[in-house]
Nanobody
Framework: QVRLVESGGGAVQAGDTLRLSCAAS????????TAWFRQAPGKEREYVAA????????DYADSVKARFTISRDYATKTVYLQMTAPKPEDTAVYYC?????????????????WGQGTQVTVSS
């Protein structure tokens, strides 16, 4: 069974750079894709980005495209989310999640393992 732990969140200024990490433990060979979602206070959980196990495909929400980059390090079983030029509207708790089967990357219901989340606060 896979366990996910996020880290790297914090308080930053708009325009700074921040990198979130999602470290996996346990059996990861059955993972199809890993994604980042986020949830701001009073809002629904929102898709951010996803990457397939092979790394051959990465997908982004329009709101973060060209600013955020998702990547995977197989040696450390870690998926990263590089946040470049974050904006105050990026403030949220960020969660990583694994999907064991192929499906729609952008739907939270496709993911069966979730981390506990890491808070990101961006001030102007």
């Amino acid at each position: 069974q896979v366990r996910l732990v996020e880290s790297g969140g914090g308080a930053v200024q708009a325009g700074d750079t921040l990198r979130l990490s999602c470290a996996a433990s346990g059996r990861t060979d059955s993972v199809f894709a890993t994604a980042w979602f986020r949830q701001a206070p009073g809002k629904e959980r929102e898709y951010v980005a996803a990457i397939t196990w092979s790394g051959a495909r990465a997908d982004y929400a329009d709101s973060v495209k060209a600013r955020f980059t998702i990547s995977r390090d197989y040696a450390t079983k870690t998926v990263y989310l590089q946040m470049t030029a974050p904006k105050p509207e990026d403030t949220a708790v960020y969660y990583c999640a694994d999907a064991g089967e192929a499906g729609d990357f952008r739907l939270a219901r496709e993911y069966d393992t979730w981390g506990q989340g890491t808070q990101v606060t961006v001030s102007s």
